[in-house]
């Protein structure tokens, strides 16, 4: 189910029936887009329209932020949880684990995403990580990035860039990369790397 809240499109569904959608886009084999919608990036995208794009264009949007929560409570009247990128993210590392998809991380400082992948492989026996990649590039070399990581044949992408840098980079070059999924979860990385 789907509710509008100031103009952007947010799925009201809880972490586990976020996870499952996922899994339908991963067994699809087809691009789709997610995007964990907090209040800053909704406020910005009231005056950005490249923004509100980012959100209409996504194929899951969830509500990372209890106002938000309240608001798709009171307009859809149905079980909503706030799904935050990196409670998403290990809800989705679990899964990978489990299905054997191909994650990657792309984003953070040198050698953040290295000790991220480590750590959640310790966590989670099994996880497959494609690969990973530092996030300080320029738009010069975002292609090529896109390349490297396409290379690593994966079918997840979680990418750290920050708001809105993630969700620009995902919009560009997901086709790109022959993934089936990029998730935007901001400083998760630098978090799960303790
Ligand atoms: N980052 C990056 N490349 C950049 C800018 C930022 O990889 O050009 C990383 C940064 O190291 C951090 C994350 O993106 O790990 C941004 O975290 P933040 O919590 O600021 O994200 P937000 O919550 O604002 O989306």
């Not at 290379?151 to 994966?154: D, H, K, L, V």
């Given at each position: 189910m789907k509710t509008t809240l100031l103009g952007a499109p947010i799925d009201t569904l809880t972490m586990e029936e976020s996870v499952e959608k996922v899994a339908g886009f991963i067994k699809s084999g087809q691009p789709h887009r997610v995007l964990t919608l907090n209040p800053e990036f909704l406020y910005r995208a009231q005056f950005d329209p490249e923004l509100m794009e980012f959100a209409r264009r996504a194929a899951l949007v969830t509500p990372d932020g209890i106002g938000i929560v309240w608001a798709c409570r009171m307009a859809g009247r149905r079980v909503v949880e706030r799904v935050t990128g990196i409670d998403l993210m290990l809800s989705l590392v679990h899964r990978a684990a489990n299905e054997g998809w191909r994650v990657y991380l792309l984003g953070a400082a040198p050698g953040v995403s290295e000790e991220a992948a480590g750590r959640l492989c310790q966590g989670y026996p099994g996880l497959q990580v494609a690969g990973t990649h530092q996030g300080y590039f320029s738009d010069e070399e975002a292609a090529g990035v896109a390349e490297i990581v396409r290379?690593?044949?994966?079918q997840l992408i979680f990418v750290a860039l920050g708001a809105p840098k993630q969700e620009q980079w995902i919009d560009r070059y997901l086709e790109q990369t022959g993934a089936s999924v990029a998730v935007g979860v901001g400083g998760s990385f630098d978090v799960i790397a303790g």
């Open positions: 290379q690593t044949r994966p």
